[in-house]
């Protein structure tokens, strides 16, 4: 059972910038948003918007936005994804 997992996903840089911007320019780093609205934005496979697999969706976005700085996490059960600048401590 080789590679069982999914491929990281390939993201435009200038939407990775975006996703950065978004959480500098916030007053505590972070930003949360409906997961379907990310899925349609990012232009992902629409299998990606199921809330129940909202978790394997923000590991798969968090593999390739951690080498920006950006952790992502699901919320709300599996309706919202929160993207938030590595080292930033929740309240």
């Not at 409906?34 to 798969?60: M, Q």
Request: with cysteine; proline share 3%.
């Amino acid at each position: 059972m080789k590679d069982a997992r999914r491929p990281n996903l390939e993201l435009d840089e200038e939407k990775v910038k975006a996703i950065r911007k978004a959480c500098e320019d916030s007053t505590d780093g972070q930003f949360t948003i409906e997961l379907n609205k990310v899925v349609e934005w990012l232009g992902i496979s629409p299998s990606y918007a199921d809330p129940k697999r909202a978790f394997y969706t923000s590991s798969s976005l968090g593999r390739r936005l951690a080498e920006a700085g950006i952790r992502v996490g699901a919320v709300g059960h599996g309706r919202y994804l929160r993207f938030r600048l590595s080292g930033q401590r929740s309240l």
